[in-house]
């Protein structure tokens, strides 16, 4: 499978990392040869080969900062613009997995109705596409009959939309609910040991979980976001964030954890939705909650469901290597189908 990523950051360089170290095996057990012929980034430059790249050779060169820094040869084109990219290159796949607009999708939504519009399958790492523009993507690769696939946008690697559009394929899933922001669980389980939210933060920043200007996740629209692609792709809805009442964190204080504690409880960052709309805020759950018991970076999310019940997924939300590999896992489907 010919492969273009728009966007090769932290995700994108995981990605390549996973498809070079793990060759062999994607082709014994899935028959899978993934050749990465194209890559473009907003100012670090655009490579094409219609033969695929070095890998190595690509992860050095973003390694230095400067995608004009691979080995030149002939028929290798670093001239293009993202959009010629798109439009010309021979790929059967383009992976978006540039950073996320939450406020417009763009410019995301256009290099993806593009890359549809040359019959290329899409991949999305970006929340921003799936959270205000997935009906409009969907419907265009319906037309085109090629896949949209969102693995990565919401739990990492871990597999919640696989869980709910596949593994519960037959249940009536009626609300969703959980921990989708590791920064602010990591910082709340800080403040648990008697951290301020200022130290929490302090920490969070050091080990490289929370940005240098932290508002997505304290503020809760990175998790906002991921409960709106949960409430339209998965529930059924049709919302926009106007539906989805957002507060953080920033406003709990060692007292408040202390409260919690000392009647069985504990506070967590919980967006819930439903298809009629939803909120992220911080909420007080009894430790018998399953979502009590999660921890530090990690991630989980509750499916209210008939007939089954409640069905709790605990992962893994974020990191190179495990977003990468909800890329993969949508490379795999996608192979498998194709």
């Given at each position: ?9 932290t995700?994108?360089?995981?990605f ?24 473009a ?95 409009q ?12 696939r ?76 991921k ?49 009629h ?40 939300g ?21």
């Open positions: 499978m010919r492969i273009i990523l728009v966007g090769f950051g995700v994108g360089q995981g390549v990392q996973l498809l070079r170290d793990q060759a062999a095996f994607l082709r014994q057990a899935h028959g899978l040869i993934a050749n990465v012929v194209g890559v980034t907003r100012s670090r430059g655009v490579l094409y080969h219609p033969n695929g790249l070095d890998l190595d050779a690509l992860l050095m060169a973003a390694q230095r900062g400067d995608l004009h820094t691979y080995p030149d040869s002939p028929g290798l084109i670093h001239d293009w613009t993202t959009e010629e990219l798109i439009a010309r290159s021979s790929a059967e796949v383009m992976i978006e997995a540039t950073p996320s607009n939450l406020q417009t999708g763009q410019p995301a939504t256009d290099y993806c109705l593009r890359a549809l519009e040359t019959h290329k399958h899409v991949i999305l790492a970006n929340k921003g596409v799936v959270a205000l523009h997935y009906a993507v969907k419907a265009a690769a319906a037309a085109v009959q090629k896949q949209v969102f693995e990565a946008t919401v739990m990492s690697g871990t597999p919640a939309v696989a869980l709910a559009q596949q593994g519960l394929a037959g249940a009536t899933i009626t609300r969703a609910r959980g921990i989708l922001n590791g920064t602010t669980n990591y910082m709340l389980t800080l403040m648990e040991t008697g951290a301020t939210y200022q130290d929490a933060l302090a920490e969070a920043q050091r080990l490289g979980y929370a940005e240098a200007d932290p508002a997505a996740d304290v503020e809760g629209w990175d998790a906002a976001g409960a709106l692609i949960i409430a339209n792709t998965v529930l059924g809805g049709c919302l926009t964030m106007d539906d989805i009442a957002v507060e953080g964190i920033t406003q709990l204080t060692p007292a408040d954890i202390r409260d919690a504690q000392t009647v069985g409880e504990c506070y967590r960052l919980i967006a819930d939705v439903t298809p709309g939803g909120s992220v805020r911080p909420v007080r759950l009894p430790l018998s909650d399953p979502l009590a018991a999660v921890k530090g970076a990690t991630n989980a999310i509750t499916y209210d469901t008939e007939p089954l019940g409640p069905v709790t997924l605990i992962g893994v974020a990191g190179r290597l495990q977003t990468g590999f909800g890329l993969l896992a949508d490379l795999l489907a996608i192979r498998a189908v194709s």
